[in-house]
């Protein structure tokens, strides 16, 4: 049986969840979806799907299917249009060769029809259906040994500003003695109002990562600044999934000869944590705001959306093309 690796099945899932997506808003809409969204939706399932053979057994099943289906209507209709035009045929007088004639030229003008709109609205419901029909088993190669860290931007990655008397009112509930109202006390509160749909999907890229090597989260935002590790891991996001990955933060102060052509920036501090820890080699840098990080690490460093956060298709291409 060829092998497909679970990372792989996890890349097509995501693009999968990204097809659902454009469907689910032409439902809404009633707007005709765009054939290209669709198309690539598609064809990164399929590019996913790195493995030549398996590529093979998902298009014969992606045919297969279409021509089950399509041999089902056209034999209904058929059938059906053939016994109207018999009893008509009675009584207008043609000939039986004629009258079948007729029927299976009607037949074939109407699975036509058919067969345009059922392409042109399920095309991604039928290849889907082939793709995760198809026996996709995971890969049970041995988990690689080389760690793979995300350096985690808070704002703008998993939370933008929520309504501030929201945080008032769970900074009374976390803290009901205190007398004064502290960053710290604020700022945990916070953590309460983070994007769920960004948090899953920051899920998402860990457990894609966690398919076949150890993910780790350092966190690289202003969050940090003044906070120790233990008190991000616990304090401040002990109530999200990701905090379990955390297993350090970048530096708030560089030496004085800074790193890189920068001295002082994130994409600096970003750099400096590498050179003390030579052993990663694989990462990822999230963070909504290029402070040099793009000159600085290209594709490893990919940008989300103050107001958006950490999107869908964001997630899925990180998936599929940064893991």
């Not at 709109?117 to 080389?146: E, G, K, M, V, W």
């Not at 202003?222 to 109530?239: D, H, M, Q």
């Not at 297993?247 to 030496?255: G, S």
Request: aromatic share 10%.
């Amino acid at each position: 049986m060829t092998l497909l690796s679970c990372n792989q099945v996890e890349r097509a899932e995501a693009w999968w969840k990204y097809a659902q997506k454009e469907y689910l808003q032409y439902q809404a809409s009633k707007t005709a979806p765009s054939p290209i969204n669709i198309t690539t939706a598609s064809a990164k399932i399929l590019e996913s799907t790195v493995n030549q053979s398996i590529k093979e057994r998902v298009i014969h099943a992606f045919s297969r299917k279409q021509m089950a289906a399509a041999a089902t209507i056209f034999f209904v209709a058929v059938v059906v249009i053939l016994v109207a035009t018999i009893a008509l045929a009675g009584t207008v007088g043609l000939t039986p060769l004629l009258t079948i004639s007729a029927s299976v030229a009607a037949g074939l003008a109407f699975i036509s029809l058919v067969g345009y709109a059922y392409n042109r609205h399920h095309l991604y419901r039928i290849f889907a259906d082939a793709h995760f029909q198809t026996t996709l088993t995971c890969d049970t190669r041995p988990r690689s040994t080389s760690p793979f860290v995300i350096f985690l931007d808070i704002d703008g990655v998993l939370y933008n500003t929520p309504n501030q008397d929201s945080v008032s009112a769970k900074v009374e509930e976390l803290f009901p003695n205190a007398q004064t109202h502290d960053h710290m006390m604020c700022s945990i509160a916070a953590a309460y109002f983070f994007n769920q749909k960004a948090l899953n999907n920051l899920d998402s890229i860990i457990n894609g990562i966690e398919k076949t090597r150890k993910a780790s989260v350092v966190i690289s935002s202003s969050w940090r600044e003044g906070i120790s590790v233990e008190e991000l891991r616990k304090t401040f996001f002990g109530i999200h999934n990701f905090s379990k990955y955390i297993i350090d933060k970048t530096p708030e102060t560089l030496p004085k000869q800074g790193v890189g052509n920068h001295s002082h920036c994130r994409a600096a501090e970003i750099q400096y944590w590498l050179t003390q820890h030579p052993e990663v080699v694989d990462y990822l840098v999230l963070d909504d705001n290029d402070d040099h990080l793009s000159a600085t690490f290209g594709k490893k460093f990919v940008r989300t959306n103050y107001s958006s956060l950490l999107t869908d298709e964001i997630a899925a291409e990180i998936l599929t093309n940064c893991i």
